[in-house]
């Protein structure tokens, strides 16, 4: 069996009565969508989803600082006037 990560699920047939109803009834928390009580979906506030992409894009940010700091040491120091 599937574990459910979330504390909130409710059906396919339980969505389609009523969305707005459920994700009120959530507080804001995921609900796993469940299709034959295995999850087929999440389904999550908006906002929620706008903060799991910031924190997707800071860690992508991070990665590429990372990368750039390790060539540094091979980096040409040039001065404006040189340019």
Do not use: F, W
Not at 1 to 28: D, F, R, T, W
């Amino acid at each position: 069996m599937e574990s459910v990560l979330a504390s909130c699920s409710a059906s396919i047939s339980e969505l389609k009565k009523n969305p707005s109803a459920l994700i009120e009834q959530s507080g804001g928390e995921p609900i796993a969508i469940l299709n034959h009580n295995k999850p087929t979906a999440y389904l999550i506030p908006a906002r929620t989803y706008e903060t799991l992409l910031e924190k997707i894009e800071d860690y992508q940010l991070g990665v590429i600082i990372k990368e750039r700091q390790n060539e540094k040491k091979s980096a040409v120091e040039v001065s404006l006037d040189e340019l």
